[in-house]
């Protein structure tokens, strides 16, 4: 989104990730993603290159989801 722009809104129970750039964030931009709701997390204490990061943030959530969905699977199966 252009600067001061509003933030377009995710998809009900979707993740909106922004990703970059090399140099990281202003404190001006980080300010505007807190205000949007957006929280930030790390991908471990080295930095990625952004073209780096855009694959590896959506391998990870991805693996995350079906580690969370085996979970739930195998609660249900166990009849928990």
Known sequence: APHGAPLPEARKGLPLIAIGPDGGWTDAENAAFAEHGFHPISLGPRPL???????????????????????EQGAMSNGQ
């Open 49 to 71: 290159r952004t073209d780096t990061a855009a694959i590896a943030l959506p391998a990870l959530i991805q693996a995350k989801l079906n580690e969370t969905m085996s979970n």
